[in-house]
């Protein structure tokens, strides 16, 4: 008999549990799971998949992983202006918002009452008076640039001027209580700043205007939060509007952070330290904390710790296993760091179902068009380190920090750099050579090794499709084993390879191949007489050819002829033809091949 499901608030979202065979809710109000089973009613906190906001996260009862000793360090290092780059959906903009709910004067006098509801229970909280009285202090100005991905400038501008016309309408409330005292120019800018009739000159110097009319007003320096600086500056560069845009960003960074004598502090985030085009130019007070610094290492991304934690608290600390192969792996300073947005997906999935398969979630919110151009770029040489990395390998490269997006072009160690500050590669060891750091890096862990892969198996797909094969379907009907060979191990010398999953790699590159032929009809995989054969190709017309290739891979180049005889003795002892004889050809002509690494061996079978 199934159980009563007892909560309060609306149900949402109820599945089923494939294991178990109970069912999971969600109450909206609470934002807590609800399991039955066997086992009885079970009461979860749900996971905050794609939630930034920490007030919604604190007020809802999300399952949160407590970050506020972020605070504690920020006011121990006392920064001026901070720039934290780390990949993307490594929890910048959840910080930024905690940030801002923690040091944000809210109106409710010195007890901060709303405040300390949020930050009850946290760590900062134990930390001391001295970092709890900083609490609800100041102004904040919290802006987020992620929505100027656009096609053009102009609509990337309109977007940004928006969001910090936003910001300046939520503190409408407190220009009109003291409009006293401003000046009647700085009243009247700051209105049309915030109803978005200013011109763009007047949008450059909006941070510094807010920052000046807060301090009239409420005597205190303003806090100002930037949220993904980056995103514009990626995005014109593949849109073709990047100096535009540097212009801009330059112009609106240097007002509220270089001449502002107004400004408590600064935090910003991103993903990369851009410095070439000048947009930090003269910030003597700008402290960068990139993934190679020790402080904050352990702010950004979950700790092992805290991911073993999470899973306890699921009950599915079973499948722990699979979760650092997949999601583990970067190095933060000297800190072991998990992929979050990774984990908690994860998690989600394994709640639902303990035997719920791994999947690279962080493929579907990172901009992998670095990969894809860095593959359709490739020289020899990088093919090469690619090898490599796939192959479990470590690539050496002297850090330059200051990488722009320009330098994704370049073959070499800006190449390099760039994939390893964008989370595309880890650390796995450094040191200190000839006045410079030096790294070994890697490939993190599954999931961004399943982007590379994808990315070169996509990219390769589309490099059949512009072949012209003709030659190599006559010469497979010819019976021409030594024409296919040729063909295909020049193909294979052009492409890159990766051997921990070469079976698949090898039909798919084959199967591809094949597919372009406008007159045959190409199976894989199909059952068929004892077992599988690995590809059949046939015509449409029963009265004409079909064929049969069984494909093997080789431990070593020597036995390459061997091993293409065994892939022909297992096409006729497993009776793979038995499929087409049955379906009504007549003729069916077999293939053995072997493959190993870029080197390949046909093989003709007789005719039946």
């Known amino acids: 008999m199934q159980q009563e499901v007892r909560r309060k608030g609306a149900m949402q979202g109820v599945c089923r549990d494939a294991v178990s065979g109970g069912v999971q809710n969600r109450a909206e109000e609470t934002g807590e799971f609800y399991h039955t089973g066997a086992g009885g009613v079970l009461m979860k906190k749900a996971l905050p998949i794609g939630v930034e906001n920490f007030e919604d996260i604190i007020e809802t009862g999300y399952y949160y992983v407590d970050k506020s000793m972020f605070i504690k360090e920020l006011l121990d290092l006392k920064g001026k202006v901070n720039l934290f780059t780390r990949p993307r959906r490594f929890g910048k903009t959840l910080n930024l918002s905690m940030l801002r709910y923690f040091f944000e004067d809210t109106g409710d006098g010195e007890k901060n009452t709303r405040n300390r509801a949020l930050f009850q229970g946290l760590k900062i909280m134990e930390a001391g008076e001295a970092y709890v009285r900083q609490m609800g202090m100041y102004p904040v100005m919290n802006l987020t640039l992620k929505s100027a991905k656009q096609e053009n400038f102009e609509t990337a501008y309109y977007m940004m001027q928006s969001e910090i016309a936003s910001e300046f309408d939520r503190h409408r409330e407190i220009i009109e209580k003291g409009r006293e005292k401003l000046s009647l120019k700085e009243y009247e800018l700051y209105l049309e700043i915030a109803d978005e009739k200013a011109d763009e000159k007047q949008v450059r110097g909006a941070l510094k205007l807010f920052s000046k009319c807060m301090q009239k007003i409420t005597g205190r320096n303003t806090v100002i939060l930037i949220d993904e600086y980056d995103v514009p500056l990626e995005n014109a560069y593949f849109r073709g509007f990047y100096e535009k845009m540097v212009d801009f960003i330059r112009s609106l960074f240097e007002s509220a952070l270089k001449t502002n004598d107004n400004l408590q502090f600064a935090v910003i985030t991103g993903c990369l330290r851009i410095s070439k085009e000048s947009i930090f130019t003269g910030l003597n007070h700008l402290r960068i904390v990139s993934v190679l610094d020790q402080q904050y290492s352990e702010h950004f991304g979950f700790t092992e710790a805290e991911v073993m934690q999470m899973m306890t608290y699921y009950a599915v600390e079973s499948r722990f296993p699979t979760m650092k192969e997949w999601y583990d792996g970067y190095t933060f300073g000297a800190t072991e760091v998990y992929n979050p947005w990774s984990v908690i997906n994860f998690m989600y999935d394994l709640f639902a179902n303990i035997n719920a398969f791994p999947r690279p979630y962080w493929v579907n919110t990172s901009s992998n068009d670095i990969i894809k151009e860095m593959i359709a ?204 004889r049955t379906e009504g050809y007549k003729k069916t002509e077999c293939y053995g091949i072997s493959f190993y690494r870029k080197d390949c061996v046909v093989l003709f079978g007789r005719r039946e």
Do not use: C
């Open 377 to 580: 770029g490739a020289d020899r040489e990088t093919k090469g380190q690619i090898e490599t990395l796939l192959n479990g390998g470590t690539l050496e490269l002297q850090v330059h920090e200051e990488v722009t997006y320009e330098d994704m072009r370049d073959r070499g160690e800006n190449l390099w750099n760039f994939l390893y500050f964008t989370g595309y590669l880890t650390k796995q060891s450094e040191y200190f050579k000839e006045s410079s750091v030096f790294l070994r890096v890697r490939i993190p862990n599954t999931e961004v090794k399943t982007i590379y892969r994808n990315t070169i198996l996509g990219w390769f797909r589309r490099r059949i499709e512009k072949q012209d094969f003709r030659d190599f379907y006559r010469a497979m009907e010819e019976g021409n084993a030594e024409k296919m060979q040729e063909i295909l191990n020049e193909h294979l010398f052009d492409t890159i390879s990766f051997y921990d999953s070469a079976e698949n790699f090898y039909h798919g590159f084959l199967a591809g191949i094949l597919s372009q032929s406008e007159n045959y009809l190409v199976k894989s995989n199909r059952e068929s007489g004892n077992g599988r054969s690995d590809i059949m190709v046939k015509s449409p017309s029963l009265r004409g050819r079909s064929f049969i290739l069984e494909l093997k891979v080789s431990k070593d180049i020597d036995e390459l002829e061997a091993d293409a005889e065994k892939a022909l003795r297992q096409i006729y002892e497993k009776k793979y033809m038995d499929e087409l």
